[in-house]
């Protein structure tokens, strides 16, 4: 089993910068790779950000100008960082891990952007 905490949600305004962490517990040392989805009401879950134990990232084309993935194998983290934030990027922002054969999800965590 693998546990996933999300932190560093909140309210923002346009245009700020906010960044999520993610940590995993339990069993850490199957995870392979890590990563970030967020859904906003009535719409599926999409992928944001990935990042593999060998450092291999990617951010989906649409969000790579301002968003990044970054990991922590020693503390079992990711993080997702978000620049120049937009409204439209407010969603519930859910931290995921995959080991063999399972996934697991967090709780998920809300980030509205609004003046």
């Known amino acids: 089993q693998v546990q996933l905490t999300e932190f560093g949600g909140g309210l923002v305004q346009p245009g700020e910068s906010l960044t999520l962490s993610c940590a995993a517990s339990?069993?850490?040392?199957?995870?392979?790779?890590m990563g970030w989805y967020r859904q906003t009401p009535g719409q599926q879950r999409e992928l944001v950000a990935i990042?593999?134990?060998?450092?291999?990232?990617n951010v989906q084309d649409f969000l790579k100008d301002r968003f990044t993935i970054s990991g922590d194998n020693a503390a079992n983290t990711v993080h997702l960082h978000m620049n120049e934030l937009k409204p439209e990027d407010t969603a519930v922002y859910t931290c995921h891990a995959r080991i063999i054969g399972n996934n697991y999800w967090g709780r998920g965590t809300q980030v509205t952007v609004s003046s």
């Open positions: 990042i593999k134990t060998n450092g291999e990232s």
């Open positions: 339990g069993a850490t040392s199957r995870i392979f790779a």
